[in-house]
């Protein structure tokens, strides 16, 4: 069991900082006409109209885990304030806790209730373990199909594909006046934006790092619903694409925005750190 605990905490790790997914097919709409084409100015305004707003977002989800060509399930609790926090729980189907994350700008911390283990340390940390680059951002518009806060637009490219519009970089980095240290001067991605005609809510994301070992993760968005006045994907498939490749597939449901939020995350004295 430990060890399936590292991989979700890897896995989750790589998600939320960067590393990339591709796989799995997208549910897209039936477009009777051929798309018009559009400019990426246009199509990135948008995306970005198109954005869930929100300050405080809550769901519980129901998450499978498949690594290795064995498959985990788990639920649990999601809990962000834009910009800030992310906490997030799993729990056996007997409601016994498992683990918990807490994640900040600029911490990440870790608790496997089973095995009691813990792990607290910075992005800098996590990055080296993971040999990626990664950010709050990244994390947060991944967990709910939203762009990612504060990377530069002058680099996108756009085209029809299919039934859906498709932007695209090859250098995307974060803006001068965000970067808080060293590492995020050199955090550069191919990034791939495909978005429903219709909508402009982004059906699915593609990521490539610029390193050598080349990380790749896809996260596709689907089972859109709205949620006070706004769409959202309260299905969610991810797929990593490591030496031991990761698949996760997330279920949204019981959907709260902007409604005040605790994040309790203390660590037992007997717990053993495993940084």
């Not at 051929?34 to 990426?40: H, Y």
């Not at 007997?94 to 283990?117: C, H, P, Y």
């Not at 792990?119 to 199909?145: A, C, E, P, R, S």
């Not at 932007?167 to 990034?191: A, H, M, P």
Request: some cysteine; glycine content about 4%; hydrophobic content about 35%.
């Amino acid at each position: 069991m430990a060890k399936l605990y590292r991989k979700l905490f890897i896995g989750f790790s790589a998600l939320m900082l960067l590393t990339i997914l591709a796989g799995c097919s997208t549910k897209r709409s039936v477009i009777k006409a051929p798309l018009k084409e559009e400019g990426p100015d246009y199509l990135f305004d948008k995306l970005q109209a198109n954005q869930f707003r929100f300050q405080e977002f809550s769901a519980r989800v129901n998450v499978g885990y498949k690594t290795n060509n064995k498959l985990f399930e788990f639920k649990g609790q999601v809990r962000i304030v834009k910009d800030s926090v992310i906490w997030i729980t799993f729990t056996q189907d007997l409601g016994i806790e498992m683990a918990r994350i807490l994640v900040t700008q600029d911490s990440v911390k870790f608790m496997d209730r089973i095995n009691k283990k813990y792990f607290v340390g910075d992005y800098l940390f996590v990055n080296n373990f993971l040999k990626t680059n990664i950010d709050f951002g990244i994390l947060q518009g991944i967990l709910l199909g939203n762009d990612f806060e504060y990377y530069d637009s002058v680099q996108f490219k756009a085209q029809v594909d299919g039934n859906q519009y498709h932007l695209f970089t090859g250098e995307r980095s974060k803006l001068k006046k965000y970067v808080k240290n060293s590492s995020d001067e050199n955090r550069i991605f191919f990034q791939s934006i495909y978005l429903n005609p219709t909508t402009f809510k982004i059906s699915q994301i593609k990521l490539k790092e610029l390193t050598k070992d080349s990380k790749k993760l896809t996260a596709r968005y689907s089972d859109f619903e709205m949620i006070e006045g706004q769409l959202f994907p309260s299905s969610v498939q991810y797929e990593l694409e490591t030496e031991e490749p990761v698949k996760v597939e997330a279920k949204y449901s019981k959907i709260e925005l902007n409604n005040p939020l605790t994040f309790p995350f203390k660590i037992p004295s007997n717990y053993t750190s495993l940084n």
